[in-house]
């Protein structure tokens, strides 16, 4: 198993922990989507990818159609995607990703959490480097020959595929979602879920006393309802 499986291993049971959360997020998601590229499913890739994340989180369907109808709605304002980068106590390098329909307050409240646990905002492109931007699908593998598949995705651009008891993931740059996407849905292949990742290249070891500092600023930042994901350097 390689780096992408690693990765998912230690933050599955993280993400979208509050579903709460998770629904607030897709909302935003959809948001985006259907601002982008209409409100209708068979002609938007994008809000297809976000209904298959809603229903992976068992996101009730007339919420779905809520949010893309709402969103629909021209007088509703448009939410930026906003990067945000930084160090954590113990250098540990983090990620952020925002959505957010009100930079300067985003902003406030990012500097905020880093100030407040000895941490420190950095400048664009300062931590992004350090890790590779990923795409990655969840699909269900019934019947299917995860090696066979692999060796077929890798002309779109995959770069690994493992199993596990919630289906068969490929990995990708950020850059193959587009034609893996086609091509998965060109086979009639159900795609569970798929979405972004950003994977750090190296990661750093702390003692238990300096993780629960970088857990500490990590909380405060997840909590932010601007805050969509949230990446780091630390091993866990």
Request: glycine share 6%.
């Amino acid at each position: 198993m390689g780096r992408a499986f690693e990765f998912r291993k230690t933050r599955k049971l993280k993400r979208w922990a509050a579903m709460s959360k998770a629904f607030t997020r897709i909302g935003k998601d959809i948001v985006m989507a259907v601002k982008e590229g209409g409100p209708d499913p068979d002609a938007n890739s994008k809000l297809r990818a976000v209904i298959q994340n809603a229903k992976a989180v068992n996101m009730p369907k007339d919420n779905i159609e809520r949010a893309i109808k709402r969103a629909s709605d021209k007088s509703l304002g448009d939410y930026k995607e906003v990067l945000f980068e930084g160090y954590a106590p113990h250098g540990i390098a983090i990620l952020i990703e925002t959505a957010t329909d009100n930079n300067t307050r985003t902003v406030a409240n990012i500097r905020s959490y880093f100030n407040k646990c000895n941490g420190s905002l950095g400048t664009s492109g300062s931590v992004e480097f350090m890790f590779d931007h990923t795409c990655n699908f969840t699909i269900n593998g019934e019947g299917m020959d995860p090696e066979e598949l692999e060796l077929e995705m890798i002309d779109f651009g995959a770069e690994e595929v493992f199993v596990d008891e919630e289906g068969i993931h490929i990995y990708a740059p950020f850059e193959s979602f587009g034609a893996i996407q086609k091509e998965l849905e060109s086979r009639d292949i159900e795609i569970l879920s798929s979405g972004f990742d950003r994977i750090p290249q190296v990661t750093k070891e702390l003692s238990e006393e300096e993780m629960a500092d970088v857990e500490k600023l990590l909380e405060k930042i997840e909590e932010d309802d601007d805050v969509q994901n949230v990446f780091h350097s630390m091993q866990e």
